[in-house]
């Protein structure tokens, strides 16, 4: 990795300026009095060159992530009395202890690493891929995980497709697999068969770009999860995707309720990274002999 600094130098009487800029000169005046003859003092100037260029040095990226967590610092640094540094929700989560030392930690702030961190900058990750952003270091967190540059990976097992283009990429070549909605799938749905043994279906909707996956995880006792996860770039910022999955009552000793759940759509690039938080707890009763259930997706 590398990181540029700022600093002011003096060499010579002359002063070096370091930022991220390339280099260039600049001209300052300096007033300097002096005594004529007649013992009066006037104002000689004298004109001091200034050159504005750039440093670069290598660090180890390891150096500037978390040894907790093992992602890049954040704006806010703490470290313990021993000096062992955290981001300050891995300092929670460690409830306050220090894994190295076991010291505590969160109360004090790692200023001198936090005023270096906030005076690098870098292109963004995902340049190849088109994004033209140069970010703060401390903001590279949040900034990549909503860069719309950002390529997703295929979750179909064996697929190694990792690109910005996986709603095209499934029509072609998991088309067999997706659910197809031609209509709104706010208003009316689109309704999906879900069998026990698949861990998730393709919902597409015509003429979109997004693509969602309804999940069917066996992670719960005495019966199923159904979740939704769209995996792309989350929506701009004054956006939400909201969901509802819906599924009707069997009949009598079948699942005699009907059930639903409703919430915000998460967004990731790609499925194994994943655990969904919320989800429509579907018991055993309600799959019957055939391990299949009929749901109604809204998005």
Not at 196 to 219: A, I, Q, Y
């Amino acid at each position: 990795m590398r990181l540029t600094r700022l600093g002011m130098m003096k060499k010579n009487g002359k002063r070096t300026t370091m930022d991220h800029g390339t280099a260039k000169k600049t001209r300052s005046v300096k007033k300097v009095a002096k005594k004529t003859e007649a013992g009066l003092c006037t104002d000689q100037q004298q004109d001091v060159e200034e050159e504005t260029t750039k440093m670069t040095y290598s660090i180890d990226s390891d150096s500037l992530e978390c040894g907790i967590c093992f992602l890049p610092f954040e704006d806010r640094v703490y470290m313990c009395k021993n000096g062992h540094a955290a981001c300050g929700s891995c300092c929670v989560v460690m409830g306050r202890k220090c894994p190295s030392c076991n010291e505590p930690i969160g109360d004090i702030r790692c200023r001198p690493l936090e005023k270096v961190l906030a005076a690098m900058s870098a292109p963004c990750k995902f340049r190849a891929s088109g994004c033209t952003e140069t970010v703060g270091y401390t903001e590279r967190r949040s900034h990549e995980a909503s860069c719309p540059h950002a390529p997703c990976r295929c979750p179909f097992d064996g697929c190694t497709y990792l690109g910005l283009l996986l709603y095209n990429h499934i029509l072609d070549e998991h088309a067999t697999d997706a659910v197809v909605a031609m209509g709104s799938l706010r208003h009316r749905g689109i309704t999906v068969t879900v069998h026990k043994s698949k861990p998730f279906h393709v919902v597409l909707h015509r003429g979109g770009t997004r693509v969602f996956l309804l999940l069917n995880g066996g992670d719960v006792l005495s019966g199923r999860s159904l979740s939704l996860v769209s995996v792309g770039p989350p929506p701009p910022a004054n956006c939400e995707l909201r969901y509802k999955i819906e599924l009707a009552a069997v009949g009598p000793g079948q699942g005699e309720l009907a059930l639903s759940a409703s919430g915000t759509v998460p967004c990731v690039r790609q499925l194994d990274v994943f655990e969904a938080k919320a989800f429509l707890f579907v018991p055993e009763a309600y799959w019957g002999s055939s391990g299949t259930v009929s749901v109604t997706v809204h998005i």
